[in-house]
């Protein structure tokens, strides 16, 4: 009988261990910092969640936003600090273009408390993008210490804009015969 | 009574293959210290497992 116990013990040993190694896996997928970008352009919102920034390939590769050139769009990035310290950074969004800063739209230093969240929300006009840039995509950049987020952006033109500019008319003149 | 025991050790097999494809596609995600402790208590798990079965008289 004292043996049977004895043995027993082992087994829950055994057991105990395989609890730990679930609870790490649990604990691990939990703590760190999570970000989450959601892109209203007044049509429709897109939302890039944690989950995909880590497996892009299982989301299409790349993320892209479109704006309709008369239009403006409200990017709302939303960080969430799953760790026992407190998340101190810099957070810094830009439009890039071939390498290059077209435009700044956020920057801040920013300080999220131990398992806070907080959301960060800017706007972008079509307006404010120098016109050679219309219909070529661009990249909007965010950068928050180790973190580094790329979405794609496009400013397209609707149907209604189309419209508004006249097609222009071109007059030949056939020479005599 | 021998094909109980093919497909015991076919079913034991693919439960193996099935735990061993799982673990090798979380452990991906896993940090550091995460994978260290994981490791130590997989150690202890076979460790304790073995001395079960050995108090059994296996």
Same mark, same amino acid.
């Given at each position: 009988?004292?043996?049977?116990?004895?043995?027993?013990?082992f087994l829950i040993l055994a057991l105990l261990c395989f609890?730990?190694?679930?609870?790490?896996?649990?604990?691990?997928?939990?703590?760190?910092?999570?970000?989450?970008?959601?892109?209203?352009?007044?049509?429709?919102?897109?939302?890039?969640?944690?989950?995909?920034?880590?497996?892009?390939?299982?989301?299409?590769?790349?993320?892209?936003?479109?704006?309709?050139?008369?239009?403006?769009?409200?990017?709302?990035?939303?960080?969430?600090?799953?760790?026992?310290?407190?998340?101190?950074?810099?957070?810094?969004?830009?439009?890039?273009?071939?390498?290059?800063?077209?435009?700044?739209?956020?920057?801040?230093?920013?300080?999220?408390?131990?398992?806070?969240?907080?959301?960060?929300?800017?706007?972008?006009?079509?307006?404010?993008?120098?016109?050679?840039?219309?219909?070529?995509?661009?990249?909007?950049?965010?950068?928050?210490?180790?973190?580094?987020?790329?979405?794609?952006?496009?400013?397209?033109?609707?149907?209604?804009?189309?419209?508004?500019?006249?097609?222009?008319?071109?007059?030949?003149?056939?020479?005599?015969? | 009574?021998?094909?109980?025991?093919? !497909?015991?050790?076919? +079913?034991? $097999?693919?439960?193996?293959?099935?735990?061993?494809?799982?673990? /090798?596609?979380?452990? @991906?995600? !896993?940090?550091?210290? +995460?994978? $260290?402790?994981?490791?130590?208590?997989?150690?202890g798990l076979? /460790?304790f497992l073995? @001395?079960y079965?050995?108090?059994? +008289?296996?």
């Amino acid at each position: 009988m004292a043996t049977r116990k004895h043995n027993n013990i082992f087994l829950i040993l055994a057991l105990l261990c395989f609890l730990g190694i679930v609870a790490i896996f649990i604990f691990d997928g939990y703590i760190g910092v999570y970000d989450t970008l959601a892109v209203n352009n007044g049509q429709y919102t897109q939302t890039v969640t944690p989950d995909q920034w880590g497996q892009p390939e299982r989301y299409g590769g790349s993320f892209n936003a479109g704006i309709p050139c008369n239009g403006s769009a409200t990017f709302t990035y939303t960080m969430e600090n799953h760790r026992f310290n407190k998340y101190n950074s810099r957070l810094d969004a830009t439009l890039v273009y071939n390498e290059q800063i077209v435009l700044n739209l956020f920057g801040r230093d920013i300080s999220i408390p131990a398992f806070g969240k907080q959301s960060f929300e800017w706007t972008l006009s079509a307006a404010d993008v120098p016109m050679q840039y219309r219909n070529v995509v661009g990249t909007i950049k965010i950068v928050s210490g180790n973190i580094q987020r790329q979405v794609g952006l496009n400013i397209y033109e609707t149907a209604a804009t189309k419209s508004a500019s006249p097609i222009p008319t071109i007059t030949i003149t056939l020479p005599p015969r | 009574m021998k094909l109980e025991y093919i !497909l015991y050790g076919f +079913g034991i $097999l693919f439960c193996v293959a099935g735990v061993g494809y799982l673990a /090798a596609e979380y452990v @991906k995600y !896993l940090s550091d210290l +995460g994978k $260290l402790g994981a490791l130590v208590l997989t150690i202890g798990l076979f /460790a304790f497992l073995g @001395k079960y079965f050995e108090r059994l +008289g296996w």
